[in-house]
């Protein structure tokens, strides 16, 4: 390849990274101006005009915990619970330190038949769940990572070490930090796992029965409502399995539930 193609490659390449953050710019731009402008009818009173207007501008592919948010206000102020707590959910699930949503959610979730109690779990796991809503993944896998480091260099200071009161010391250090750096990678792991992997639903039906199996034909096992929360955990056709906090699980219809 000449000199002259290999700069023709690197100047489409440089105008198409342009021309793609010139559109990032645009979006962005236009998603405030919308959001500036939903804030305005939702403060008029108008929740529904608020409500397209949000709902326009995630359609658009901007989203952020303030969108969220203001949209479960808005159903919320609608009597639309079960649009009301997804929509706290979603903004959780982005800014889960978030003490407004917190509070809002719980106010919510008061509007739910349903209520269900969470199985008691031991001490570290209940722990564990706690200080993920307090990290986010990568500061969790930042303090694990320099914590590691510094247990390391702790353990290279006990090796040259020739007092026994400085080995002493060196040695319980080092297992507190490798403890600390240990239960950061677990909160890490944690975090990761509720906002990736575990797929939660809400229940849009006024009510549901929960089946024994993915079939019309299974028997009943209990009854839902909605604005319910449950863990999805698999999909057969038109049936997702899901799970309650109280460990109870069956199969409900997909259009039932709404994805968070």
């Known amino acids: 390849?000449?000199?002259?193609?290999i700069l023709g490659l690197l100047s489409w390449r440089r105008l198409s990274v342009f021309?793609?953050?010139?559109?990032?710019?645009?979006?962005?731009?236009?998603?405030a101006s919308d959001f500036e402008q939903g804030n305005?009818?939702?403060?008029?009173?108008?929740?529904?005009?608020?409500?397209?207007?949000?709902?326009?501008?995630?359609?658009?592919?901007?989203?952020?915990?303030?969108?969220?948010?203001n949209l479960g206000n808005c159903y919320y102020k609608t009597n639309n619970t079960?649009?009301?707590?997804?929509?706290?959910?979603?903004a959780l699930k982005l800014a889960p330190r978030d003490?407004?949503?917190?509070?809002?959610?719980?106010l919510a979730n008061l509007k739910v038949i349903d209520k269900i109690q969470m199985v008691d779990q031991i001490f570290f796991k209940r722990w564990l769940e706690s200080m993920a809503h307090y990290f986010n993944t990568d500061s969790a896998a930042t303090c694990t990572i320099i914590f590691m480091w510094i247990a390391l260099i702790i353990l290279a200071l006990?090796?040259?070490?020739?007092?026994?009161?400085?080995?002493?010391?060196f040695f319980y250090l080092g297992i507190l930090l490798m403890v600390c750096s240990i239960s950061f990678y677990l909160i890490a792991h944690n975090r990761y796992e509720a906002v990736n992997s575990t797929m939660a639903g809400i229940v849009f039906n006024p009510s549901v029965y929960v089946k024994s199996a993915p079939?019309?034909?299974?028997?009943?096992?209990?009854?839902?409502?909605?604005?319910?929360?449950?863990?999805?955990?698999d999909n057969v056709g038109q049936w997702k399995?899901?799970?309650?906090?109280n460990n109870n699980e069956g199969w409900v219809r997909a259009e039932s539930l709404d994805v968070i």
């Open 158 to 169: 006990f090796v040259i070490s020739w007092s026994s009161i400085f080995k002493k010391f």
């Open 215 to 233: 079939n019309d034909k299974s028997t009943d096992l209990f009854i839902l409502h909605e604005g319910t929360k449950v863990q999805i955990l």
């Open 19 to 31: 021309l793609l953050v010139l559109c990032f710019s645009v979006l962005k731009s236009l998603a």
């Open 241 to 245: 399995k899901i799970k309650l906090m």
């Open 99 to 106: 003490e407004d949503i917190q509070f809002n959610l719980k």
């Open 40 to 69: 305005l009818q939702y403060q008029k009173g108008d929740y529904k005009g608020a409500i397209e207007i949000y709902n326009r501008i995630i359609k658009s592919g901007y989203e952020s915990p303030e969108i969220y948010f």
């Open 1 to 5: 390849m000449n000199r002259r193609s």
């Open 82 to 90: 079960p649009e009301s707590i997804l929509n706290y959910e979603r």
